[in-house]
């Protein structure tokens, strides 16, 4: 295990120095990722002033809440992956991870992880600049907010076995772009990215939470919202618990797979 | 018993390839998304050979005659479809651990250096991934650095390098975990002469010092030339020849070439063999390999020759030869 925690610590001082190598890049992705909720948030604001003050039990300063704690949940638990191994295969790059004695999966787990790491007081800084501005309320409670923390750790590990997983698609088609697409559409309403959960259609709520989407991002963000109780907290832990074993036999058995296919057609 | 076990061992080695064709035209391309015609190719078609630990040998082909198929299952990038190989006493396919410390494989059109960061930093990370403790890196990577002088260039982003140095990094990216069996394809392709005289000496240097066994593919001869001894020739997917470049030369050449300086050249020299050049004093004559003794003892003794000396024909001539006849057999057959 020491040579993975070398690795890792290797991999950060890597990804720390292409950070800093474009540091306007470094601007641009943060006002993205800042814009994102931004929109929605200014958008569910002015719906619930214009119907009265309040949506589906959401004033507007419950929305600034969800909206913020949304932006720092899904800067945890995104990754790149997709659009990355798009790339690779494409590029012919991939060949050199499978010349390694390492499973690539580390490389990347450890490049996502430095990168939230460094850019972590960045996100916490636009948050904090948000809520001076939209003013939230938060109705915290202790235990919610002790569940939070593996709640929000087990939505990052979910989110990133399934996006790995479906990155691997990579390897039986050239145009994986289209799939990414897909992918993103539906998260970006399953999730709760665009709208919390409960705002949606009872049909695309079941949807939300039989697949894997309410458990990479919504989940979290409504249990330090209070607006989880305290079985379904622990129910809802255990349902990420299961996707994250789920996920790991699917991910060994895609990659396998994956290779094989990699292997027979020629890099 | 170890030492003489072979590095390398290939039986039958085949690589096929289902490829999807069809003809030109918008009529065709939509034909071809119902009814898909596919075709098998053989890249590499039974071939079979042994290197012993700390040879070095070339591989040569033209394009697409399968070198680079080798090379990729001989690293474990490609699943063979049919034969046996053995590396290290592995089975490459399996990509296990053990293997994979033990060897490399570097490709001159591929890169694995991080791009924009420079490649002290991905030396690095290689040193992590291999697990290399750090003295041993630190040792490795001085040699490196003094060898194939990198010293300027480890701090530079990798993308601010010029091609040649960017390969230098590269090859020094490849061998800072010591790989035992080193896979070269096209390790100079597109560099200067000088920087491809200081790779090849470096890695005959490399060679030396580890008894590393290396095979490399090379479109310059002058590589080949260089670090082999004995070299593969494949064409089609199938080894025409295995052995002794010198044995390559003699096989498939079947002239001489003699140079004569003359204190003069008045005489016609056609008598003797077929005349290449002939101007101040300067002859150069094809002369059928049989004969190149009786020529020389009769050019000696009938002319006032200032100096002679019989060559071989360039070894270009003669790799252009071996991949023609090679042809003339892939037709025949």
């Known amino acids: 295990m020491s040579g993975l925690a070398g690795l890792y610590s290797q991999q950060f001082k890597t990804s720390l120095s292409m950070m800093l190598q474009y540091r306007a890049s470094l601007v641009i992705w943060l006002i993205s990722h800042v814009l994102d909720p931004l929109v929605y948030l200014v958008v569910w ?24 704690v949304l932006m720092l949940v899904n800067h945890v638990t995104y990754t790149w992956i997709m659009f990355e191994y798009e790339y690779r295969v494409r590029h012919g790059s991939f060949s050199f991870a499978l010349l390694r004695p390492v499973h690539p999966i580390h490389s990347d787990l450890a490049d996502n992880v430095s990168s939230k790491i460094i850019t972590m007081p960045l996100i ?14 938060f109705h915290l409670s202790a235990w919610a907010v002790v569940a939070f923390m593996p709640a929000l750790l087990l939505a990052f ?25 897909v992918y993103f559409i539906a998260a970006l309403f399953l999730s709760g990215q665009m709208a919390p959960l409960s705002l949606l ?15 990479t991002t919504s989940f979290p963000v409504e249990l330090l919202l209070g607006r989880v109780g305290g079985n379904d907290a622990l129910i809802g832990l255990c349902v990420q618990a299961g996707w994250i074993v789920v996920c790991l036999f699917l991910l060994r058995f895609v990659w396998r797979a994956g290779v094989r296919v990699y292997s027979a057609v020629g890099a | 018993m170890m ?12 690589k096929t390839y289902v490829v999807s064709e069809r003809d030109a035209g918008a009529a065709a391309a939509l034909r071809s998304l119902v009814n898909r ?6 890249a590499v078609d039974g071939i079979s050979f042994e290197l012993a630990a700390g040879e070095v040998v070339g591989f040569l082909g033209p394009n697409g005659a399968g070198k680079t198929t080798t090379l990729k299952m001989l690293s474990g990038l490609l699943h063979p479809s049919g034969g046996e190989v053995s590396v290290l006493g592995h089975a490459p396919s399996r990509r296990e651990k053990d293997f994979l410390r033990q060897i490399t494989l570097v490709m001159g059109q591929r890169n694995q250096l991080v791009w924009d960061i420079p490649a002290a930093d991905s030396f690095e990370l290689n040193r992590a991934i291999y697990r290399i403790p750090r003295p041993e890196f630190r040792q490795t990577l001085d040699e490196l650095e ?9 701090g530079k982003p990798v993308r601010t390098l010029s091609l040649g140095e960017r390969m230098k990094c590269e090859i020094a990216a490849a061998l800072l975990h010591r790989p035992k069996v080193v896979f070269l394809d096209e390790p100079t392709i597109g560099l200067d002469v000088t920087m491809q005289r200081r790779i090849r000496s470096f890695l005959a240097e490399y060679n030396q010092r580890y008894g590393a066994t290396i095979l490399l593919t090379s479109h310059y001869m002058a590589d080949v030339e260089a670090l082999c001894r004995r070299v593969l020739v494949i064409h089609h997917g199938r080894l025409l020849f295995d052995g002794e470049l010198a044995a390559l030369v003699q096989r498939f050449t079947a002239h001489k070439t003699i140079v004569v300086r003359l204190e003069d050249c008045t005489t016609d020299l056609s008598v003797y063999g077929e005349v290449v050049s002939c101007d101040e004093g300067l002859a150069t004559l094809r002369v059928a390999k049989n004969l190149t003794a009786r020529v020389t003892e009769r050019l000696l003794a009938d002319l006032p020759v200032v100096d002679l000396t019989v060559e071989d024909p360039p070894i270009e001539e003669v790799i252009e030869r071996v991949f023609a006849q090679g042809t003339a057999q892939g037709t025949a057959t």
Do not use: C, K
């Open chain 2, 146 to 154: 003094a060898l194939l002088e990198l010293g300027p260039l480890m």
């Open chain 1, 45 to 68: 604001t002015t719906v619930s002033r214009s119907s009265g003050g309040s949506v589906g039990g959401f004033g507007a300063a419950e929305f600034a809440a969800y909206f913020i």
């Open chain 2, 37 to 42: 015609r596919t075709r098998e190719v053989a």
């Open chain 1, 201 to 215: 259609p009872a049909p695309l709520r079941l949807a939300a939470t039989v697949l894997p989407f309410r458990w």
């Open chain 1, 157 to 181: 590990a979910v989110r990133f076995l399934v996006e790995w997983t479906l990155a691997l698609a990579a390897f039986w088609t050239t145009r994986v772009s289209a799939i990414n697409q």
């Open chain 1, 124 to 137: 916490l800084a636009a948050a904090a600049i948000l809520a001076l501005v939209f003013r939230p309320v």
């Open chain 2, 3 to 14: 030492e003489t076990a072979p590095a390398i061992r290939v039986r039958d080695l085949r």
